[in-house]
């Protein structure tokens, strides 16, 4: 059984930083693609930024420039530095990510979601 667990949430003033992390545990062969996705009040879930596990980065238009999305392979973790916050950018953070639990058997895993609160 795969869990994702996510950290680094809470209340931060507009123009803050913020370090969310989301490690993987549980048994499994390997990890492709990680993943960060919010959900503000009333609105969809949308894809914030993601990580391939050997190409290049992709961001949302509303946060490029502001967030960055790292991982790091040899802890089965993926952050995202998020500075410059905005309110706008209030929601719950969830990780997603595509874990082979075999050499072809490959399943998308989300983390529980860690509120995000930007407000003076």
């Known amino acids: 059984q795969v869990q994702l667990v996510e950290s680094g949430g809470g209340l931060v003033q507009p123009g803050g930083s913020l370090r969310l992390s989301c490690v993987a545990s549980?048994?499994?062969?390997?990890?492709?693609?990680m993943g960060w996705y919010r959900q503000a009040p009333g609105k969809e879930r949308e894809v914030v930024a993601v990580?391939?596990?050997?190409?290049?980065?992709n961001y949302a238009d509303s946060v490029k420039g502001r967030f960055t999305i790292s991982r790091d392979n040899a802890r089965n973790t993926v952050y995202l530095q998020m500075n410059s916050l905005k309110p706008d950018d209030t929601a719950v953070y969830y990780c997603?990510?595509?874990?082979?639990?075999?050499?072809?058997?490959?399943?998308?895993?989300w983390g529980q979601g860690t509120q995000v609160t930007v407000s003076s």
């Open positions: 990580i391939p596990s050997g190409g290049s980065t």
């Open positions: 549980g048994s499994f062969f390997s990890i492709s693609t």
């Open positions: 997603k990510m595509a874990v082979y639990t075999g050499p072809l058997s490959r399943y998308d895993y």
